[in-house]
C-alpha cells in the first residue's frame, strides 16, 4: 500500500514556507524527532506549517476531491516534494475557546463510556424507566437540568455587590445596582413614599427591609407627589427590587454596557436544584457503586480508579435484562468498567490523577490539555501514523516528563512517528533524531544547521541548541537580592489549597514551583491577583465561571503595590485586525506620520486614513482584513489572501502615499529589526521596537495578525509594552510560565528582562518549571509535594540554594543538581 514502506525516512525538498529557504532534509519514520531553535527560527513551519500541512492536504484531497479547488484557493504549503509521509494527526496547545462546554470528560470522551454504564449498568430508583446514554449529559435536551439548561450555574445577585458601602444611606446612592439619574430618583422616591427613610445609614436599616429592598418580587406602585426639585408633576411610581432590576437589565437589555453593568451585582452560584452537575433529577437518581454520575464526574481521577476497579475484575457476571433494576453485577458493567479503568491509569500515568471528569476545559493549562489528548491519542489503536506534537512538555515539572516520555515512546512502539517541537534540552536529549533550525530567528533563521542523531549536533558550531544541549552555554549572572518587605498571606483556601500561609518578598524576584496540580496557579494566577485587585479596587478582567470570594483570612503588606500587571500567553487580540503595531501603539505614531508627508496633504488624507480599519483607507474587498474567510466543510475556519489587495488590506490611492520609498502596507510587512532602522526618525516608534528587540522579538513582522502569533510571542510583546515604560515603579508583575514555548536562549533574553523589572522596584512572581529559571530567582516557593490532594502545601521557601536541599520537596533534587 505504501509505496515508500522500503525507504524508512520521509524525505522534504524544496520547502518555503514561512521563513523557510528552499529546505532538503530527510528524517525518519518510527522514530521521535525533536525539532529545535530558538523561537522565530522556522521550527514550527517545517514541522507543523509542512509536514503536517502537507499530510492534511493530501488527506482531504484523497476523501473530498471536490475540496481540491478549495484548497488550491488556501494555498498547499510551500513545498516541491515530500515522499513517505503518512498521515499526520497534531497536537497542538490551545487553549478551549472561553464559553465552551467541553470538559476534560469530553475531551478524552471518556463521558461517552461513563454515560453508557449509567444508561446500562446502573441502578435505578424502583419503578424507574431505564434512561438511554444521552440522558445522563447536561448538554442534551434530554438531560439538561430544566432549572440552569444544564449550565450547572445560575447567575443570582449577593448583597455584598449590590450594596458595596452599608455606610451610606438609601439617597446617597447605598443599592449601587440601581440605575442612576431619574429613574434612580425615581426609585428613592418610591421606597420614601413605601415608608422606608431614605437618609438612614443602608446597615441601620431593618433586616426585612434591607432584604426586600434587595430582592422582593413584588412591584408596588405608589402616588408619587409633584417634588420642586425633580418633577412637577404627580405620578404612579413602580418599585423595583434591586434584584429584580439587575435580572431585568440582563434578560432584556439591548445595550452591551447596562448589561456589562449589570452582571457587576451578579455572581454565579451552583444552581440549587442539580446541585452544580447541570443534569436532571431522573439522571441523578441512578447509581453505580453508590454514587450518581454527578459525583463521580466530580472526583479526582485517583479515586474513580479506585471506585469502579472492583466492578472491572468481577467474574461471574450474569446478562444484562432489561427489567431489572441494577445492571451492576453484569457483563456489559465488568467491559465498560474495565475500559474505563484502563484507559484512566493511562492519565495517571501522566500524572493527571488530580483532575476529574467534570472539570471545565477552559481551567485547564494548554499542557495539561495537551497530554489530555495524547492519553487519548494512545487508546485509539492508530499506528503509522506521525504525531505533530508541540512542546509536549511545557508545564511540566522535570518530575512529570518523565511519564510523558514513556507514553511518547509507547506510541512510537506501537507503530507511529512522533515528530515533536521541542525546547526543553533533557527531552531533546532522549530524541532518535534531531532537526535544528537557524541560526537566528525569521529572516536570519529558516535553514537546517543539523539534521541526525542527537549526539552529533555538538559538532555544529552556530547551533545555539548545541550550546545548550552540551553544556557550553553561560549561565545567567545573577547576584541574589534581599526583600524589601514581605506580603504575607495567612488563611489561604481554595482548590486544594486549605489554610495555607504564604509569604511573598517584595522587591525581588520569585519563582513558585511544584508538581502539576500543586497549587501554584491557582495561588498566583488567582490568590495573589485577586488580594491585590482587591486592593487595587479594580475589577477582575475576566469573569471566571467559577469566580469565587478571595478566600484569605489574612493579608499584610498588600499596600506596597500601586499596580497588577499581569503578563500572560493569551493572544494579545482575537481577530486578524490586531497586531503587533496596533497592540504596542506605534501605529499611531506612523499612521500620523503618513499623514504629515506631503502627499497626503496634498490630497488631504488625515492619519485616519491609513487605518485598515476605515472605509477611506481600507480595502473594500476584504474590508481592510487582507484575507478571506473560505468554507470548508472539514476544516476549522480557513483564510485565503484577498483577490483585490493581495493581503495589503488597502485601496489602491491609499498606498500610493510613500514615506522614504514606501508605502504604509509595506512598513506593516517590515520586521522590527529592519522597521527600527527605517522608522529611526520617530522616537514614539522607535522605543517600542527597541524593547522589541530586547526580549527577541526583532524578526517579528510589525503587522503580523495577533492570530498568527505563538502564546510565547504574546507574552513577549505584552512584556515589552510594560519595559516600555520604563520607569521605576511598585508594580506586581505575575507570569504564568513565560518561558513555556522558549529555546534556552530566548529564556536568558526574558530573564535578563524580568530582572530590570526587579532592578527598577517592581516585583516579579513566575510560576515556573525552568529550572535555568528557577536557579536565577531571588527566591523560591515551593508546593506540593504531589498534585490535587497531595499538594496545596508550602513544601519549602527561601533562597534556591536552600529549597535544593529541602527534604520533601519534588523540585529540589532537579534544582539542587542544576546549581551544582
Ligand atoms: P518557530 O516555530 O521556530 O518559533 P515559526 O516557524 O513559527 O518559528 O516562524 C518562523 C518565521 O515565520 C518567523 O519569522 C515568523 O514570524 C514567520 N511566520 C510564522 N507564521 C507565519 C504566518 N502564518 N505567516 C507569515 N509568517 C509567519
Ligand atoms: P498547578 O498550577 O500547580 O498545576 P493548579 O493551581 O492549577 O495547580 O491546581 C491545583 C488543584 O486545584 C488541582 O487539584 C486542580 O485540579 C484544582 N483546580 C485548579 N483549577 C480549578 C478549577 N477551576 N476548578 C476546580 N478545581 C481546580
Ligand atoms: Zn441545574
Ligand atoms: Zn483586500
Not at 438511554?132 to 437540568?145: K, L, Q, R, V, Y
Not at 440601581?178 to 443602608?202: E, K, T, Y
Not at 502627499?599 to 480595502?619: D, Q
Amino acid at each position: 500500500m505504501n509505496q515508500n514502506a522500503a525507504d524508512p525516512f520521509v524525505r522534504v525538498r524544496g520547502a518555503g514556507e514561512n521563513n523557510l529557504r528552499n529546505v532538503d532534509v530527510d528524517v525518519p519514520r518510527d522514530a521521535l524527532v525533536a525539532f529545535t531553535g530558538i523561537s522565530g527560527s522556522g521550527k514550527s513551519s517545517l514541522a507543523f506549517g509542512t509536514l503536517y500541512a502537507e499530510a492534511q492536504r493530501r488527506y482531504f484531497e484523497s476523501v473530498a476531491p471536490y475540496a481540491r479547488r478549495l484548497l488550491q484557493q488556501v494555498g498547499a504549503p510551500h513545498v516541491q516534494e515530500i515522499t513517505g509521509l503518512p498521515p499526520a494527526v497534531a497536537l497542538q496547545q490551545r487553549r478551549g475557546s472561553p464559553g465552551s462546554r467541553s470538559t476534560v470528560g469530553t475531551l478524552t470522551t471518556l463521558s461517552n463510556l461513563l454515560r453508557m454504564l449509567y444508561s446500562r449498568a446502573g441502578t435505578y430508583p424502583p419503578g424507574a424507566a431505564r434512561l438511554d446514554a444521552e440522558s445522563f449529559s447536561p448538554n442534551t435536551a434530554a438531560g439538561a437540568c430544566p432549572q440552569c439548561h444544564g449550565l450547572g450555574v445560575v447567575h443570582d445577585v449577593a448583597e455584598d455587590l449590590l450594596v458595596p458601602d452599608p455606610s451610606l444611606s438609601i439617597r446617597e446612592g447605598a443599592i449601587a445596582a440601581w440605575p442612576g439619574a431619574w429613574q434612580g430618583a425615581n426609585l428613592r422616591s418610591v421606597v420614601r413614599g413605601l415608608g422606608i427613610d431614605i437618609d438612614r445609614p443602608w446597615r441601620r436599616l431593618r433586616k426585612k427591609d434591607r432584604d426586600w429592598l434587595l430582592y422582593a418580587e413584588e412591584q408596588p406602585s405608589v402616588y408619587i407627589e409633584p417634588e420642586e426639585d425633580r418633577v412637577d408633576y404627580g405620578y404612579q411610581g413602580k418599585f423595583w427590587s434591586a434584584r429584580k432590576h439587575v435580572m431585568h437589565v440582563l434578560a432584556d437589555s439591548k445595550s452591551e454596557k447596562a448589561r456589562e453593568r449589570a452582571l457587576r451585582f451578579v455572581r454565579s452560584v451552583p444552581c440549587p436544584a442539580c446541585h452544580g452537575s447541570g443534569l436532571r433529577p431522573e439522571a441523578l437518581a441512578v447509581t453505580f457503586a453508590g454514587r450518581s454520575v454527578a459525583e463521580i464526574n466530580a472526583m479526582p481521577f485517583t479515586e474513580v480508579v479506585a471506585l469502579l476497579r472492583p466492578a472491572a475484575v468481577r467474574s461471574g457476571a450474569g446478562a444484562t435484562t432489561s427489567t431489572a433494576r441494577s445492571g451492576e453485577t453484569t457483563e456489559v458493567a465488568v467491559r465498560i468498567c474495565g475500559d474505563l479503568v484502563a484507559r484512566i491509569e493511562v492519565l495517571l500515568d501522566l500524572g493527571l490523577g488530580y483532575l476529574s471528569l467534570g472539570r471545565r476545559s477552559t481551567t485547564l493549562s494548554p499542557g495539561e490539555a495537551q497530554r489530555l489528548r495524547i492519553a487519548t491519542q494512545l487508546r485509539s489503536g492508530l499506528f503509522g501514523v506521525v504525531y505533530v506534537l508541540d512542546e509536549p512538555s511545557a508545564g511540566l515539572h522535570p518530575a512529570d516528563a518523565e511519564p510523558l516520555l514513556e507514553v511518547l515512546d509507547r506510541l512510537k512502539t506501537a507503530g507511529n512517528s512522533l515528530f515533536v517541537v521541542e525546547h526543553d534540552m533533557d527531552v531533546v536529549r532522549r530524541a532518535d533524531w534531531v532537526v535544528d533550525i537557524g541560526p537566528g530567528a525569521g529572516e536570519g533563521g529558516g535553514r537546517v544547521l543539523y539534521s541526525g542523531p542527537v549526539a552529533g549536533l555538538e559538532r555544529v558550531g552556530e547551533s545555539a541548541t548545541g550550546q545548550y544541549l552540551f553544556g557550553r552555554a553561560q549561565p545567567l549572572e545573577h547576584r541574589p537580592r534581599t526583600p524589601h518587605g514581605w506580603l504575607r498571606l495567612r488563611g489561604v483556601s481554595r482548590h486544594n489549597l486549605h489554610d495555607v500561609s504564604v509569604d511573598v518578598p517584595l522587591g525581588v524576584l520569585t519563582a513558585v514551583t511544584g508538581v502539576s496540580g500543586s497549587g501554584k496557579s491557582t495561588l498566583v494566577t488567582q490568590v495573589l491577583a485577586e488580594v491585590v485587585r482587591g486592593h487595587l479596587g479594580v475589577a477582575p478582567e475576566e469573569r471566571d465561571e467559577a469566580q469565587l470570594e478571595v478566600d484569605v483570612q489574612d493579608t499584610s503588606g498588600v499596600e506596597s503595590f500601586d499596580r497588577l500587571v499581569r503578563v500572560d500567553q493569551r493572544p494579545i487580540g482575537r481577530t486578524p485586525r490586531s497586531n503587533l503595531a496596533t497592540y504596542t501603539g506605534m501605529f499611531d505614531a506612523v499612521r500620523k506620520l503618513y499623514a504629515a508627508t506631503d502627499e497626503a496633504g496634498a490630497r488631504g488624507y488625515s492619519a485616519g486614513r491609513f487605518s485598515f480599519n476605515v472605509p477611506e483607507g481600507r480595502c473594500e474587498t476584504c474590508q481592510g482584513e487582507g484575507f478571506v474567510a473560505v468554507e470548508l466543510l472539514f476544516l476549522p475556519g480557513t483564510y485565503a489572501p484577498c483577490p483585490t489587495c493581495e493581503g495589503a488590506r488597502y485601496n489602491a490611492e491609499t498606498l500610493e502615499v510613500t514615506y522614504r520609498g514606501k508605502n504604509i502596507a509595506e512598513v506593516l510587512a517590515l520586521p522590527v529589526d529592519a522597521a527600527a532602522e527605517f522608522l529611526s526618525a520617530l522616537p514614539a516608534a522607535s522605543r517600542s521596537l527597541e524593547t522589541l528587540r530586547e526580549v527577541g522579538l526583532g524578526y517579528l513582522r510589525l503587522g503580523q495578525p495577533a492570530t498568527e502569533l505563538s502564546g510565547g510571542e504574546a507574552q513577549r510583546i505584552k512584556l515589552a509594552t510594560e519595559l516600555q515604560r520604563a520607569r521605576r515603579g511598585h508594580a506586581l508583575y505575575l507570569l504564568d510560565e513565560p518561558t513555556a514555548g522558549l529555546h534556552p536562549s530566548d529564556t536568558a533574553l526574558l530573564l535578563r528582562q524580568l530582572h530590570r523589572l526587579v532592578d527598577a522596584g517592581n516585583t516579579v512572581v513566575l510560576v515556573e518549571h525552568d529550572l535555568d529559571a528557577i536557579a536565577t530567582a531571588d527566591w523560591v516557593i515551593d508546593l506540593g509535594p504531589g498534585g490535587g490532594d497531595e499538594g496545596g502545601r508550602v513544601v519549602a521557601a527561601g533562597p534556591p540554594a536552600k529549597v535544593a536541599k529541602a527534604r520533601r520537596s519534588a523540585t529540589a533534587p532537579y534544582l539542587a543538581a542544576r546549581l551544582a
